[in-house]
């Protein structure tokens, strides 16, 4: 079967691999913390708080393959590893940072939904 719109087609598959990409629970984080310029892992794992050192390095991997972040190794010992945004990552980062206001703005509108919805199913 034949999409109606395929230019359509190609841009949703588009925008849907990025966002399951930048969409997920850390790498909005690991971008804004990156945004204030390099950081080393240990800098990054403790401003953003409860994420694993695992979950952290496959993050900061998944961005540096997507081309978001470089990864510099610096031949010190022990060894210095900085985290940098890209170019593109620095893009990257104006909607996140709007994203990210918009987010604290409308926190509290989100919340009185939530608990409205939630108020009407539990009385149903």
């Not at 892992?41 to 496959?58: A, D, P, R, V, Y």
């Not at 998944?62 to 031949?75: A, H, I, Y």
């Not at 104006?94 to 409205?116: D, H, M, T």
């Amino acid at each position: 079967m034949k999409p109606r719109h395929p230019h359509v087609t190609g841009d949703c598959l588009a925008v849907s691999d990025i966002l399951q990409r930048i969409g997920d629970k850390w790498s909005l984080l690991v971008v804004q913390n990156l945004g204030g310029g390099p950081q080393r892992f240990n800098e990054l794992k403790h401003c953003i708080g409860n994420i694993s050192q695992k979950m952290l390095t496959t993050t900061l991997r998944s961005l540096e393959r997507d081309g978001f972040v470089t990864r510099t190794v610096f031949p010190t010992i022990p060894p210095r590893v900085d985290y940098e945004l890209t170019d593109l990552g620095r893009e990257l980062l104006v909607p996140v940072k709007g994203l990210a206001e918009w987010a604290i703005a409308n926190a509290g509108r989100v919340s009185a939904a939530r608990a409205r919805f939630d108020g009407v199913k539990a009385a149903a």
